[in-house]
């Protein structure tokens, strides 16, 4: 069965920099999109960027571009999530989300999720 | 961006009953290519992650009840959950995937009555 696994909560100082892997097992790996989305405490949702498993290419909303690198390491079947430079309003949990689309078929909705990584900021 | 905003933002509805849920986009987010509307329906219980409903606005996903359906077309979407079951106590979001970055509606919160 498809599943993605991500790395336990972390406490950061503002400023500082956290890395978040997401395993994924039960399909094959570089055939699937993987997206970050990430929800403040209470809050709703918010699209990352994906990254493309197969190529390491990446694509980041604008809002991240500059604070945020997606990478990959196949040999694992890992993708991570680095936020550089954080803030206290990045205190969120972070999930990562495979494309529902396979093969040359992108759809950017999301048909599996990981369990969430909880990124707290504070000094 | 395109903004999504969902009415209203809760919702307490007896078990048994008509639950509705709206969901408006700023710009349409039907698709001419495909002649499909890209929205999808999650619903994210407490402390889980969002779980996928509906894709191309109004497509079940596999698996789901089929008490949950969901309408519309170009900027006013709809989604329905007949006879409310416990289980369905939830925070409801839509997502539009027709052009990045992929946004999501503030969340619509599902009680009992």
């Known amino acids: 069965q498809v599943q993605l696994v991500q790395s336990g909560s972390e406490v950061k100082k503002p400023g500082a920099s956290v890395k978040v892997s997401c395993k994924a097992s039960?399909?094959?790996?570089?055939?699937?999109?993987i997206h970050w989305v990430r929800q403040a405490p209470g809050q709703g949702l918010e699209w990352m960027g994906w990254?493309?498993?197969?190529?390491?290419?990446?694509?980041?909303a604008q809002k991240f571009q500059g604070s945020v690198t997606m990478t990959r390491d196949a040999s694992v079947t890992s993708t991570y999530m680095e936020v550089n430079s954080l803030k206290s309003d990045d205190t969120a949990v972070y999930y990562c989300?495979?494309?529902f689309g396979s093969g040359l078929r992108r759809f950017y909705f999301f048909d599996y999720w990981g369990q969430g990584t909880l990124v707290t900021v504070s000094s | 961006d395109i903004v999504m905003t969902q009415s209203p933002d809760s919702l307490a509805v007896s078990l048994g009953e008509r639950a509705t849920i709206n969901c408006k986009s700023s710009?349409?987010?039907?698709?001419?290519?495909?002649?499909?509307?890209?929205l999808t329906w999650y619903q994210q219980k407490p402390g889980q992650p969002p779980k996928l409903l509906v894709y191309?606005?109004?497509t079940r996903e596999s698996g789901v009840p089929d008490r949950f359906s969901a309408s519309g077309a170009g900027t006013d979407f709809t989604l329905t959950i007949t006879s409310l079951q416990a289980e369905d106590v939830a925070v409801y979001y839509c997502?539009?995937?027709?052009?990045?970055?992929?946004?999501f509606g503030q969340g619509t919160k599902l009680e009992i009555k």
């Open positions: 997502q539009q995937y027709y052009s990045p970055p992929y946004t």
């Open positions: 710009q349409s987010v039907f698709s001419s290519s495909n002649n499909k509307n890209s």
């Open positions: 039960g399909y094959t790996f570089t055939g699937y999109y």
């Open positions: 990254i493309n498993p197969n190529s390491g290419v990446t694509n980041y």
């Open positions: 989300a495979r494309d």
């Open positions: 191309w606005a109004s």
